[in-house]
């Protein structure tokens, strides 16, 4: 079965940084693109960042710009998010979900059950 | 960035109920839309890619239709477990992918 695992949340201050991570199993990791979406408590999904099965191809929201850093280890079937430069507005669960298929990338078919990450003084 | 406007934001309906939603995109996206179900405290479940392929699992009362700018979900008979929040998002070309505000059925 395709398990994907969250870790790394938690509460920071503003202006703070933390790492997030995607352990995940049961299929071809590096054959598929692999995607942060986050939603804010009682709101709806934002998309924040995006890497190809390769690594090659990266994309991010512009709300995370330059201050996210997605990546990916394909020996340890792992995507990671790093953040610095934390915002209030950046308070959410973070969900990992992988895309539906290798070469078409943005149709999300499996999630992970998502990290809390607060950022609050 | 393209816009994703769902309509109306929330309906209330009786088990058995045939409900239909909408999701409109501020300029065409072929079919390269998404639909997802969620339930509080959980995961987002895809529903339906490309505007109307039912993903494997998903009970076939779950339909979507449309391509461009307009699309809809429809549950022919609505069931308990049917009771979330419904999100279309769009996956036209390259990123920002991006999320209509979500339709939520609650039980009349």
């Known amino acids: 079965d395709v398990q994907l695992v969250e870790s790394g949340g938690g509460l920071v201050k503003p202006g703070g940084s933390l790492r997030l991570s995607c352990a995940t199993s049961?299929?071809?990791?590096?054959?598929?693109?692999l995607n942060w979406v986050r939603q804010a408590p009682g709101m709806g999904l934002e998309w924040v960042s995006s890497?190809?099965?390769?690594?090659?191809?990266?994309y991010y929201a512009d709300s995370v710009k330059g201050r996210f850093t997605i990546s990916r280890d394909n020996a340890k079937n792992s995507l990671y998010l790093q953040m610095k430069s934390l915002r209030a507005e950046d308070t959410a669960i973070y969900y990992c979900?992988?895309?539906?298929?290798?070469?078409?990338?943005?149709?999300?078919?499996?999630w992970g059950q998502g990290t809390l990450v607060t950022v609050s003084s | 960035d393209i816009q994703m406007t769902q309509s109306p934001s929330s309906l209330s309906a009786s088990v058995g109920d045939r409900v239909s939603f909408t999701c409109r995109a501020s300029?065409?996206?072929?079919?390269?839309l998404n639909w997802y179900q969620q339930k509080p405290g959980k995961a987002p479940r895809l529903l339906i890619y490309?505007?109307?392929t039912l993903q494997s699992g998903v009970p076939s009362r779950f339909s979507g239709t449309g391509s461009g700018t307009d699309f809809t979900l429809t549950i022919s008979s609505l069931q308990p477990e049917d009771f979330a929040t419904y999100y279309c998002?769009?996956?036209?070309?390259?990123?920002?992918?991006?999320f209509g505000l979500g339709t939520k059925v609650e039980i009349k």
């Open positions: 979900a992988r895309d539906l298929s290798g070469y078409d990338p943005g149709d999300f078919d499996y």
């Open positions: 049961g299929f071809t990791f590096s054959s598929y693109g």
């Open positions: 890497i190809s099965g390769s690594g090659s191809d990266i």
């Open positions: 300029q065409s996206i072929s079919s390269y």
């Open positions: 490309a505007a109307s």
């Open positions: 998002q769009q996956s036209y070309r390259a990123p920002p992918w991006t």
